[in-house]
């Protein structure tokens, strides 16, 4: 079954006005629901496609762990242990184009609870990449300059 991607609007019509998905309604956790889309997993993590990604293509993956987590700081061992994989899988996924990473600690703004890492290629342009920051809630002020 191929993954539909939806744009940020259809994701968040989709929320049905929900600001968080917490614990007891984590599409995360749901594994049925993730199956579909998932491409990668081991043991303490899967990587799957974001069905809402921000490149508008299957290049924007995440990595979550099977544990619902709200924070890095809750991982385990056995978590820590298993990163260097995923980020093994990561390189091979993106292979020869240029990539970034990131993580949200903070709840604001965030739409699951469920702690996971973005991971997009770098085919984003500024403009929008300053515009998705910012209505993440990072307070982005000055001027990008590359």
Known sequence: MQTKFLTREEYHEQK?????????????????????HTIWEWKYWYILHNTSPY?????????????????????????????????????????????FSFTRESMANRSVEHLHIHFLAWKLQWKYLRKMLQNQGFPIEQELKI
């Open 16 to 36: 049905w006005d929900k600001k968080v998905f917490l614990e007891n309604d984590c599409p995360f956790c749901d594994k049925e629901l993730q199956k579909w």
């Open 55 to 99: 490149s508008w293509n299957e290049k924007h993956i995440m990595a979550c762990p099977y544990k619902h987590l709200k924070y890095s700081i809750e991982l385990e061992e056995n978590h820590f242990l298993e990163l260097k994989e995923i980020y093994k899988f990561v390189k091979e996924f993106f292979w020869n184009e240029n990539y």
